[in-house]
């Protein structure tokens, strides 16, 4: 069973920088793609950027230039550098596989609040 520690939240003032970093076990990380989800406080959780093994990347509309994901496979971490962040931004954020996805781990807290 893999595992996902994701780590890096905390609380930040609006037009602030964070960068998320989540490790995972298990072999094989570099043939799947690499998430990072976030759920709002009372909301669903979201997708907000996916990277290919390729490298290739997708993000949600409202973070697209602000939002940055990457990898490092030889580590087996996937990162997200957030910045010009907002207050709606503030979220538990969770990465994971691609479907099917591996069980979640506990996410990070990031509140964006002045």
């Known amino acids: 069973q893999v595992q996902l520690v994701e780590s890096g939240g905390g609380l930040v003032q609006p037009g602030g920088s964070l960068s998320l970093a989540c490790a995972a076990s298990?072999?094989?990380?570099?043939?799947?793609?690499m998430e990072w989800h976030r759920q709002p406080p009372g909301k669903s959780r979201e997708l907000v950027a996916q990277?290919?093994?390729?490298?290739?990347?997708n993000y949600l509309d409202s973070v697209k230039g602000r939002f940055t994901i990457s990898r490092d496979n030889a580590k087996k971490t996937v990162y997200l550098q957030m910045n010009s962040l907002k207050p709606e931004d503030t979220a538990v954020y969770y990465c994971?596989?691609?479907?099917?996805?591996w069980g979640w781990g506990q996410g990070t807290q990031v509140t964006v609040s002045s």
């Open positions: 994971n596989r691609a479907v099917p996805r």
């Open positions: 298990g072999d094989r990380f570099r043939l799947f793609t």
């Open positions: 990277i290919f093994p390729a490298g290739n990347r």
